[in-house]
């Protein structure tokens, strides 16, 4: 029965994970490290899942079955701390952002799984953790919760930093974060207590399902470098606003492209071009509304969508866009200024444009003022 069981549970979170990996694959920025970490677990975890079922093959004769259940607990323990190394290189990369720390921290985690990988297996013969008897039963090593807290003290490690560095942490990233530790932690618990079934994987596909709802489907729509919508977002809503749009209904949008960004990146390097990018998110989102629409449309570009019907207004959201960047130019923060050229306009439903030829409508009055003797520079 608990064979039964244990396979039907693992198969269902096999398959939910297979759901995520699809879902994900259609979406999102693939090439991003926090994209890759994540996927890497959700691998990990199918991987831990199918040995899992391998090894419940418990007192079942036969030439094959005490090779499964052989192979898989002995693979299962070699790989006990996979799992909570994959969670921990994800916190820190979402804490800290820096793929040259993380790619350090994933060096020294594979030191320690390696290290722990060699204990296994100079225990097999001693018996420390667990053992298989000669009718093909496995039985629990004197040393046996030694391995489950190795899984609690990475997961409490992660759980540290989340705590210490949560003020830079987004707070709609904060509840997913904190909250993942917690059943996988629950599922140690009640296997050592409940034998011969397993909780603690099942449990820990509960955490990385909310973490896909809360966090990366969160960042299918998330620019990854600046943290405001991106240019996938930015079509899906100005197409909606555009099919809204009628005589009585109307929205405006701003073009803004940096000036001189090649300069910034030429003197001060690339690094200090991707600050630029951020400070200038940044501003954007501080001088605006908290209903405006802020997206990085590409490269060195932004667009703003709000809904104003008259130009007027438009034009004095674009001199508020104006001073919040000279405000900043006037604290010499950096050795370079921030500036931007802008071209705006109403989107007339009358017109019939659609979003591609709006966008090139919008992209051809920024340049025009780029070029402009008398700009309109923020």
Not at 57 to 71: A, E, R, W
Not at 207 to 226: E, G, K, R, V
Not at 240 to 262: H, P, R, V
Request: charged fraction near 20%.
């Amino acid at each position: 029965m608990d064979l039964l069981a244990n396979i039907i549970i693992n198969a269902y979170s096999i398959i939910l994970l297979g759901v995520i990996i699809i879902t994900a694959m259609k979406q999102g920025e693939k090439e991003t490290l926090q994209y890759k970490l994540y996927m890497g677990m959700v691998q990990v975890a199918i991987l831990l899942l199918t040995l899992d079922t391998l090894s419940r093959f418990d007192g079942s004769p036969g030439t094959v079955y005490p090779l499964l259940n052989h192979g898989g607990n002995f693979l299962l323990f070699a790989l006990n701390l996979t799992l909570p190394s994959s969670w921990l290189l994800y916190v820190f990369h979402q804490i800290f952002v820096d793929e040259r720390k993380t790619k350090r921290l994933f060096w020294s985690l594979l030191a320690i799984n390696l290290l722990n990988m060699l204990i296994i297996i100079v225990s097999l013969p001693l018996d420390w953790f667990y053992y298989i008897d000669s009718n093909n039963v496995y039985h629990r090593g004197a040393l046996f919760p030694l391995a489950s807290v190795g899984t609690i003290a990475v997961l409490v490690i992660a759980y540290i930093l989340i705590l210490r560095n949560r003020k830079k942490i987004e707070k709609k990233h904060y509840f997913a974060l904190a909250f993942f530790a917690v059943p996988p932690c629950a599922g140690i618990i009640l296997q050592i207590f409940i034998y011969g079934m397993s909780f603690m994987l099942n449990l820990a596909v509960v955490s990385l399902f909310i973490l896909f709802l809360n966090i990366q489907q969160q960042n299918i729509h998330t620019d990854y470098l600046t943290g405001i919508n991106n240019r996938k977002s930015l079509d899906d809503y100005m197409r909606k606003k555009i099919n809204m749009s009628n005589w009585n209904q109307a929205f405006g949008a701003i073009m803004l492209d940096f000036d001189d960004f090649k300069g910034i990146n030429d003197v001060f390097g690339h690094d200090e071009g991707d600050i630029a990018l951020k400070t200038a998110a940044r501003l954007l989102s501080s001088c605006l509304r908290l209903t405006d629409f802020i997206a990085r449309f590409g490269g060195d570009e932004f667009c703003v969508i709000t809904d104003v019907s008259d130009e007027k207004e438009l034009l004095q959201i674009v001199e508020r866009i104006q001073e919040c960047f000279k405000r900043y130019n006037e604290t010499k923060e950096k050795p370079y200024k921030l500036s931007m050229s802008a071209g705006y306009s109403i989107y007339d439903a009358e017109s019939g444009r659609g979003m591609d030829d709006f966008q090139k409508h919008l992209d051809k009055k920024m340049y025009e003022n780029k070029q402009n003797t008398l700009p309109i520079v923020l």
